[in-house]
């Protein structure tokens, strides 16, 4: 219910103040091709990330533009950069497509209730729920499960990150993951913590591979 009033409530807003493009300011969309093109750096990058198998970005966060516009879609209700990132991750595995259906499925790193609640969306699903539909990989929300309130990772050091997000998640339905192949989709990667942990659960629950898909590192 949520979701759908920040949808209506954007919606709204789009007609009261056109979008205009978060790198130029030209009106037209959120993101214009031009400038999207301008975020786009070393898509994909050797595995630094503890039970990372792969990993997969698009762009890095201190790019301007493209940290302007995760802020926007995490913080300030812009879901509609959703639909947008959702197209840059599709790209990137688009080469490996038709090897990713045989044995893939797609997980979003999921949200507490209470940070979902006072957001109002989970943005992670939301880029997760697209991405599935441009692919037609399988996607399911209800297995990697926020099981422990963290406090937010953006206040915290490296290592403190680590014990933050240390045992936070579960496996609702370990024969949803066993001998599958994940993609986790984030959308931004800083220490890895997060990702992580994430992916140690899932191994543990049988997971064969976990390859990280983020918007920026």
Not at 38 to 62: A, N
Not at 147 to 160: D, K
Request: glycine share 6%.
């Amino acid at each position: 219910m949520t979701t759908l009033i920040h949808t209506a409530f954007g919606k709204v807003l789009s007609l009261i103040f056109p979008d205009r493009c978060v790198g130029c300011n030209k009106y037209g969309g959120l993101f214009c091709e031009n400038c999207i093109n301008k975020t786009r750096f070393s898509p994909r990058s050797k595995v630094s990330v503890l039970f990372l198998d792969k990993l997969i970005h698009w762009g890095i966060y201190e790019n301007e533009i493209l940290s302007k516009a995760l802020r926007d879609f995490k913080y300030r209700g812009a879901i509609g950069f959703a639909e947008i990132f959702s197209d840059m991750l599709a790209k990137l595995v688009e080469p490996d497509i038709e090897k990713l259906r045989k044995n893939t499925i797609i997980l979003a790193i999921p949200a507490s209730k209470s940070r979902k609640k006072s957001r109002g969306y989970n943005q992670t699903e939301l880029l997760a729920e697209k991405f599935f539909k441009k692919t037609s990989l399988p996607y399911f929300s209800d297995v990697l499960i926020k099981s422990r309130n963290t406090i937010s990772q953006t206040s915290l050091a490296g290592r403190e990150r680590l014990f933050n997000q240390k045992d936070s998640f579960s496996i609702a339905k370990p024969e949803k993951v066993k001998n599958k192949k994940i993609i986790l989709v984030d959308d931004i990667l800083t220490t890895g913590a997060t990702l992580s942990e994430a992916a140690r659960v899932l191994k543990e629950a049988g997971a064969l591979e976990v390859t990280g898909l983020v918007v920026a590192k």
